[in-house]
């Protein structure tokens, strides 16, 4: 138990060097610049920012799923001449509903009607859609709740995506987005001290559509011609103008946007670009509607009409409309991060001040501190050399702790705070375990050499037992818990994983080079 190879011994001192070195940025203010160096990020509570808890409008989500559905519905019952009427959407009963002219068509109707329904995942579970129809010949076709559940998770995790996306490309560094509950997600931006950008990066839709502009209809009337929208203008909201509903372009085929100025004008624009397809349809009706006037709108509102001059078929246009350098900066960035499914609103926001964090921080080293100094105490005075070793090992493993936790970009708050300060207390219990064991064979007469196989051998299988059951309970905290919850465990699931390491292997490997160097008549034990 006390041999080690030189081999073994070089790759111990090894692992503890490069363990060391990982953890010195975090402990210098200024680590080489030229050097990628990984850092434990701090966390909201620790550094001050912003946190946001949003929620998706689910009615937004369905009222545009049946809006589709509608449109589907009209398509295929047009195309098969099936006759209907009074053809609409119920919201509050989550409904596509008509009645057929010829009762008798409800033969024909259902199959056609059918191909619409789509299983709810790929394995080909329950259906998105329940379809009646009655003898009378009215039909209604109901959203199912499974369908309405997968919808749901669909759209979450899509806003989750896309709101990475704006984040990041804002320039927040470690934001934390998480999903809470079936339609909320917490947003933490730490160093983000006044969210309302944030928030309006986050706000808006983003659905960018390119429509026609309706000839000879008067934005001012109430009750526009079918296939016809009216819409305020972004920039002048008490200005409205009248489009085709039909959209010509979807922003959804955009590739690219950025943020530039007009050579001649020297004002902001907003230049993009289409993909293929997209690049096509553009070019299409670029090319059939030139001198005519095509809107472009953005989340119902029209952000500028302008006049086709010629034909744009290369796949790449501008937007204009009195930007300013950040506007346009963040149009770009909402149409480059893609549309949001469904509207968020805020339900909650909380701001937490760098000195609230600074305060923290100070604490948090005082009880680290404090706690510190108290293990390195008892164990020296308790077990006096031997103890001594399993404070060597003790920094050892703090830095080993720090350097896991770099190399993994954790993000350190008060739990995880927490959490290195328990490793603090566990990380000696396996020493604690070993010295005990190493008395008891010295009092029951044994040599030095056998007393310390002894010791290290027997107690083994406890340390082992009560580390393995405490890093299987952090590991479903991990799994089940809140994101403060996980922080902490992934602190003390590293921890333990460097203790077994630094109190197992590297106190026994100083013991083994301290007996060698001392041969001793009898072990400082007592």
Request: charged share 15%; glycine share 8%; aromatic share 6%.
């Amino acid at each position: 138990m006390l041999y080690f190879s030189r081999l073994k011994t070089t790759l111990i001192v090894l692992f503890c060097a490069v363990g060391v070195l990982l953890a010195l940025p975090n402990l210098i203010k200024r680590p080489l610049p030229d050097i990628p160096w990984p850092q434990i990020h701090l966390g909201l509570d620790l550094r001050g920012g912003s946190y946001l808890l949003m929620q998706i409008d689910m009615n937004a989500v369905i009222k545009e799923q049946l809006a589709g559905l509608t449109d589907d519905v009209r398509h295929t019952l047009l195309k098969a001449d099936i006759g209907y009427t009074d053809l609409g959407a119920n919201v509050l009963a989550k409904r596509v509903q008509f009645n057929l002219l010829k009762p008798s068509d409800a033969a024909a109707a259902k199959p056609l009607l059918e191909k619409l329904i789509n299983p709810v995942d790929a394995a080909g579970g329950a259906p998105d859609l329940d379809i009646k129809i009655t003898p009378s010949g009215a039909v209604t076709l109901t959203l199912s709740r499974a369908g309405l559940i997968a919808k749901e998770s669909q759209a979450l995790a899509q806003s989750i995506t896309i709101i990475g996306r704006r984040i990041d490309g804002s320039g927040v560094v470690d934001p934390q987005i998480a999903r809470q509950g079936t339609d909320q997600i917490v947003i933490q931006l730490p160093g983000v001290s006044d969210p309302n950008r944030i928030k309006r990066l986050l706000g808006k839709t983003a659905h960018m559509t390119f429509h026609m502009v309706a000839q000879n209809v008067n934005p001012a009337t109430k009750t526009p011609p079918p296939g016809v929208e009216i819409l305020p203008m972004l920039n002048d909201p008490t200005q409205s103008m009248a489009i085709q509903s039909r959209v010509a372009v979807d922003g959804a085929d955009l590739t690219n946007a950025q943020a530039g100025q007009d050579p001649q004008s020297g004002q902001w624009v907003v230049n993009f670009t289409f993909n293929g397809v997209g690049a096509r349809k553009f070019a299409e009706i670029t090319t059939k509607n030139v001198g005519k006037l095509f809107a472009i709108e953005l989340d119902h509102k029209i952000i500028e009409a302008p006049v086709i001059q010629t034909p744009i078929i290369g796949g790449q246009g501008q937007i204009t409309g009195n930007f300013t350098a950040q506007s346009a900066t963040d149009l770009a960035l909402l149409l480059r991060a893609g549309a949001l499914p469904a509207p968020l609103k805020v339900v909650e926001q909380q701001s937490v001040g760098p000195e609230l964090g600074a305060d923290a921080i100070r604490a948090g080293i005082i009880s680290l501190a404090v706690g510190f100094v108290l293990v390195i105490a008892f164990m020296a005075s308790f077990y006096g050399l031997f103890g001594w070793f399993a404070n060597i090992a003790l920094v050892v493993n703090l830095l080993l702790l720090v350097a896991v936790l770099s190399l993994l970009g954790a993000t350190l708050t008060l739990p995880g705070m927490a959490g290195i300060l328990l490793t603090l207390g566990m990380a000696v219990d396996a020493n604690v375990l070993i010295n005990e064991r190493v008395r008891e064979e010295v009092k029951l007469g044994r040599k030095p050499l056998a007393a310390l196989e002894a010791g290290y051998k027997r107690a083994y299988g406890t340390i082992i037992d009560s580390n393995v059951t405490t890093l299987l309970a952090h590991i479903m905290l991990f799994i089940f818990g809140s994101p403060p919850v996980r922080g902490f465990a992934v602190t003390i699931c590293v921890g333990i994983v460097t203790t077994l390491f630094t109190s197992t292997v590297l106190v026994r490997l100083i013991t083994a080079r301290w007996y060698i160097a001392r041969r001793p008549a009898a072990l400082p034990v007592f």
